[in-house]
Every structure is written in C-alpha cells, then in structure tokens.
C-alpha cells in the first residue's frame, strides 16, 4: 500500500491525525490504499503558506509566471504515465484514457501560460480635465480549489492554471474518491520548482473544508460539483463575501431532426452516453426525437446500448467502466426504477450487475415525459431518457424548461434551425452535429442552477482576478 501525504507549504507533511480516507478502486470494490485526512490546523497553516507565496508571486511580471506554467507543463508531459497509473486505479478509467487526460491537461497549462502577456485593464476618459481613469485587473489572492471525482486532473488544471497566471496562489482539495493522483501530481509541483506554499493540496473531511473555505485568507472558491454543493459552497462564501465560480450539474438537452444523420448521431450518443460511465456534466442525459425518425433512431441506440459491454477497464480497455462508488450505483439504480415506476418503458440495461465493482450498465428508457425524474434530474450515469416531440418549437420548449442550463446539443443539417436554437436555447452552450468537448479556448458557463462563473477560456481566467480603478490627476 502506498503512502500518501499531505502537500502544504512546498512539501509533503506527516498528518497530526491518524483519522486516514479510504480509496477504493471502482472496479473492484476493494480499498487499495488509504490517504491523510487534514486537520483545521493543518487547513489553516495551508492557506497561511498560499497567503505568504501569493505576496512573492503576484509580484513577479507576468511572463515569469507563465514561464513557471511551461516548465509544470513539461513535467507533467513527462509524468502521464505515472500520474495516470494512480488515477486509472481510483477511477476506473483505462491506462490510455487516464494518461491521455494528464496530457491535455499539460495542453490547457500551456494555453494559460500564453496569457501572461495578454491579461489587459482599460483606459477610461474622465469628466475632468487633466485625469484619467485606470482599469486594472489584479489578483483575488487566495484560492480554494474544490477538485470532482470524474475528471481530477483535468478539473484540478482547469482550476488551478488560470488562477496562477493571474498571480494567485490555491489550496485544492482533491475528491476524497480519486485523491492519490492529486499527490501524484503535486511531485511534479516539486520538480518544476514552483515556489513553496504556492500549491497545496490536501484532502480533507467536509468539517475541514469548511475550515478551508471560510478562512480569513481565502478570497475565492471554485467548485465543479453538484447542485448541492454549489449551496453549501455559497453559505461559505457568505463568511468572508469571498467571490464563487460554480459549475455545477447539467441536463444535456439532445435534439435531433429529422434531416439529422440517424447513423452517426446514434454512434455520438452511445459514445457520450457510455464516456466513463456516463458521469460527465455534458453528457447526453436526455433526448428529444422528432416522431418521424423516433422509431428508427430508437432501434439503432437499442442495438447499440445493449451490445456495449462493460468491465474492469484494466483487464480490457475497450469496455464501459464503472461508477464512482457504491452510492452512485444505488442511486443510478434507483432512478431507473423509478422511472419503470412512472411508465418508462426500459429498453435495455436497467438492472444491478452481479459481482464485484460499481457497474451499471447502459440503460434506454422510452416512453418518457418531461415531468418524470428521470427527465427532471441529474443521472450522472449510463442512463438516457427517450421523449418523442412534434415540432422544433416544441423541442426547444421542452429542452429549455429545466433548472439546469450547461450544454445543449442540437442534429440538424438545416443553418436557419441552428440559428433559430442559438438564439433561444436556455444554456450556456449550444453543440451542432456533435458532442461537447469544452474547448479550453471557450467558456463553459452554465445557466438557471447549472452554475455561477465558469472556466476555460479569457473569461475564464478573467473569474480569478479583481479590478482597481486608478483615478489619476496630471
């Protein structure tokens, strides 16, 4: 069993504690190793190194930090093997698709590196004669940084890169799920030399994080999570009005046409449905098919669900992995019952697999409606909601009444329906002919309950700076 360490202040702490967190491997069930969990002190001595680094960093001309940027980004390249072999183990994901996420993480650290010399303020004219107004766009300070399960170092990147280039320093609180990669992760923080205290990452119970979030020091926090914890996450912004970025759940909305390609928008969706067990905040969670092809493309993603196996990713990398834990599992499960339980027809999947592991596998469900919970929820799972619609204006309608707002997805070969959906969609992005993939030159910001601020992107960067406005008399 390997041990693992807290990282604070530059390097890696022995825990005062011995309350540790188990880590299980999804596929198996069974706890591969165990991690520290921080104490408030060990929280708050966290956030006093990223307190006294941040001063030192946000000094630095912006270049030099974005030089600091390159050489983790490098090192990460150099590490994917062995950061991915950590995170495949915790979750679930194929040796390839774990290494391949810490690559183009490396990717999206080099893209922020390039905004070091593009990180712009603004002249403003005065009322008075002889003055000027200055805009500039300065560090918050401190971030914390809550990490998800499902893409843990891509997610951990996305949040971090950013905030540093704009001369923040952060505190990350990895899953509690898929922690070991973070400290994996944080070696390459070492080797790259960025300074002490500039990083840290612990994991942590919730009692703690609270700690973390609401200390003095702490002028923001980015979270992608659920809904619920988006709430207790703003309840900690209240402490010391510290600013929030929250992405939080999806519904992802999928339209198809009747002039789509039934072929290739069934391979798209089978591929989306079934990416790491489904629990992507962009994945396909519930389609809307015009009654004219609903029959056809119905049959095609029968076949296709019901022929896509499922298994641990390690013994063979082609299969579906599993969920995240056993609760998921229940969860997913549960919701599929419940739909049978409203009039869903499952057209296949929709059972708990025998044996070890967190599986379930790909489910159908027809005959849905738009008040049933399935369609109103989150599945975070294999799970696809069928519903039939009659006109386009219908389809939008039924898409955009939901209390999530993130992605949307729209099959169509016809430009004045594409358009028509761009200017009405209630989301925050709009996927023709394809399915999202968050270009990190974009900004994935979501509507209604799907989050506040967001990331990638300019605008994404620009969510870890604030603004002084210079009045200067000459």
Not at 83 to 94: D, F, H, P, V, Y
Not at 449 to 456: A, E, Q, Y
Request: hydrophobic share 40%; net charge negative.
């Amino acid at each position: 069993m390997s041990h693992y360490r807290n990282f604070s202040g530059g390097r890696f702490i022995e825990s005062t504690s011995a309350v540790t967190i188990d880590v299980r491997n999804p596929a198996t069930g069974q706890v591969f190793t165990s991690v520290p969990a921080a104490t408030d002190e060990e929280a708050t001595a966290a956030v006093e190194a990223a307190m006294k680094a941040q001063r030192a960093w946000a000094a630095l001309p912006a270049i030099q930090r974005g030089d600091a940027l390159r050489r983790l980004a490098t090192v990460l390249e150099n590490r994917a093997e062995t950061i991915g072999a950590a995170l495949a183990k915790e979750s679930g994901k194929s040796l390839a698709d774990a290494t391949a996420e810490v690559i183009y993480g490396a990717e999206l650290m080099r893209y922020h590196a390039e905004w070091a010399r593009r990180i712009e303020g603004e002249v403003i004219e005065s009322d008075n004669p002889g003055e000027t107004l200055l805009l500039k766009r300065v560090p918050i300070g401190v971030v914390a940084g809550l990490i998800p399960f499902n893409y843990p170092i891509y997610t951990l990147v996305r949040k971090i890169a950013p905030a540093l280039i704009a001369g923040n320093a952060v505190v990350v609180r990895p899953s509690n799920n898929t922690p070991t990669s973070a400290f994996v992760f944080a070696e390459a923080i070492v080797e790259a030399g960025l300074p002490e205290g500039l990083v840290n990452i612990l994991t942590m119970s919730h009692d703690v994080a609270k700690t973390l979030c609401t200390h003095p020091g702490v002028g923001m926090i980015t979270l992608t999570g659920s809904v619920s914890a988006g709430r207790i996450v703003l309840d900690y912004c209240k402490e010391n009005i510290a600013k929030p970025s929250l992405e939080l759940g999806g519904k992802t909305p999928v339209i198809v046409e009747p002039d789509a390609d039934l072929d290739a928008v069934a391979q798209a969706i089978i591929a989306s449905k079934t990416a790491h067990c489904g629990q992507v905040c962009t994945s396909a969670e519930r389609l809307y098919v015009h009654e004219s092809v609903h029959d056809t493309l119905l049959a095609k993603l029968r076949e296709g669900f019901a022929a896509r196996a499922f298994g641990d990713r390690a013994e063979d990398a082609t299969r579906m992995g599993p969920l995240a834990n056993a609760a998921a599992q229940k969860r997913v499960h549960e919701m599929v019952e419940q739909a049978r339980a409203e009039g869903g027809t499952v057209e296949t999947g929709g059972y708990l697999p025998e044996g070890p592991g967190y599986f379930y596998p790909p489910t159908l469900i027809s005959g849905c409606r738009q008040e049933m919970e399935i369609v109103r929820e989150e599945v975070f799972g294999p799970v696809l909601a069928v519903i039939r619609y009659s006109t386009f204006e219908e389809a939008l309608a039924l898409a955009s009444d939901h209390q999530f707002g993130l992605s949307s997805v729209l099959f169509t070969e016809n430009y004045r329906t594409v358009m028509r959906a761009s200017d009405a969609i209630e989301a925050g992005e709009l996927y023709v002919n394809r399915f999202p993939a968050d270009p990190y030159q974009g900004f994935h910001a979501g509507w209604k309950r799907s989050g506040l601020g967001g990331d990638d992107g300019k605008h994404g960067m620009l969510e870890f700076t604030q603004t002084r406005l210079v009045v200067l008399k000459h």
